[in-house]
């Protein structure tokens, strides 16, 4: 017997554009999906890295990407250009790619709990026949099996007791809200700790999308205020010159999830400040010197009224000041949720080990 015959495998090379494409993708999340920026950006990596061949400059990229679909004039006769949803779409794919992994093809849309039932799919267990089984979860070859032992083969006959049935996994969806502070301090001292909290929140979207399209995603910014946006707006995201109101974008967090219907509610807030800023009587109050406890107070509140509505909040904190983390151990012990303190670069692993993690939690 020959058996297995191994021989040497070449990875086949990338086109010119797939290569360029890859960076340009990684460029837009740092540009706020400015186009114009992201080219000149890639133009002086060029000069530097030679990054183009010979007969395949920065032109022929820029005309691949417009009869690709992946950008077009943002006016008809020129006016800018812009990127596409698809451009927003395969930036998304990249950043699922690069902190979670390539995912295996699994069965989408539900988060397995201990539970069986009248549920979405069918398990490996079963058990006879009960009075309100529906006829699809009959094992036919298993019944037929116990009919033949039964009754003999010589005239076959099937009864209620041959009959034996396949259990189904009950399966929850779960309703999750992404809080990203977008105060001044996220690209305070020369560090920019926005872009990797937008390509957490690509992929994490991009993940949902795929793995359990049955769950839904929120995504809040809070800055003076707080407002939602949609996944498409994610690469142009900017932080402003705000003060960080905690309380808004928990209220608002609140509110969405009050909407959804799931069992499962979960709340994520990406942050690396305190919270400086509160609304009284149509005003802001703010207080960007310390610990207000005016405004600590009213953050605690609000963790202690999500707990009690059994929405846990997960914080992870990409800042590492001693008085900053005490703030986050009271905040995380008013809402009885967790805390992580996490640098920028390990920002994507917490979040998908966490949502990972509470896919098994029980429907209570």
């Avoid at 799919?121 to 094992?139: H, K, M, V, Y």
Wanted: charged share 30%; hydrophobic share 35%; proline share 4%.
């Amino acid at each position: 017997m020959l058996g297995y015959r191994f021989t040497h495998y070449d990875k086949p090379n990338q086109t010119p554009f797939e290569k360029l494409f890859n960076i340009f993708k990684q460029l837009l999340p740092y540009t706020n999906g400015d186009f114009n920026e992201a080219i000149a950006w890639l133009t002086e990596l060029d000069k530097e890295y030679k990054l183009t061949e010979p007969d395949y400059g920065i032109g022929d990229f820029i005309q691949d990407l417009k009869d690709k679909g992946y950008i077009r004039d943002d006016k008809p006769g020129g006016g800018g250009t812009v990127i596409t949803a698809k451009t927003e779409q395969a930036i998304r794919q990249q950043a699922l790619e690069k902190i979670f992994g390539k995912l295996k093809k699994g069965k989408s849309g539900n988060h397995s709990t201990k539970y069986t039932g009248l549920g979405d799919e069918i398990s490996s267990d079963s058990r006879p026949f009960q009075f309100g089984d529906t006829l699809d979860q009959i094992a036919m070859l298993e019944s037929m099996k116990n009919a033949q032992i039964n009754n003999g083969i010589g005239e076959f006959s099937i009864t209620e007791n041959d009959l034996e049935v396949r259990e189904k996994e009950h399966k929850t969806q779960t309703s999750t809200v992404l809080m990203i502070d977008i105060s001044h301090s996220m690209i305070l001292y020369g560090e920019d700790r926005i872009t990797p909290a937008k390509n957490v929140a690509m992929a994490l979207a991009e993940l949902i999308k795929r793995k359990y399209p049955k769950d839904t995603l929120d995504i809040i910014v809070f800055g003076d205020d707080a407002w939602e946006i949609k996944v498409k707006d994610l690469p142009y995201l900017q932080v402003g010159p705000y003060h960080t109101n905690t309380v808004a974008g928990i209220e608002l967090a609140m509110d969405l999830l009050h909407r959804r219907k799931n069992a499962n509610k979960q709340i994520f807030m990406i942050t690396d400040g305190k919270p400086t800023c509160i609304i009284e009587h149509g005003e802001y109050y703010k207080n960007s010197f310390g610990l207000d406890r005016k405004i600590i107070n009213k953050c605690l509140t609000l963790a202690q009224s999500c707990r009690r509505l059994r929405i846990p909040i997960t914080t992870f904190m990409v800042a590492k000041d001693p008085w900053l983390q005490e703030f986050v151990r009271d905040f995380t012990e008013a809402n009885n949720g967790k805390a992580f303190y996490t640098s920028l670069q390990g920002l994507g692993e917490y979040i998908f080990e966490d949502f990972e993690r509470n896919k098994k939690r029980n429907i209570k």
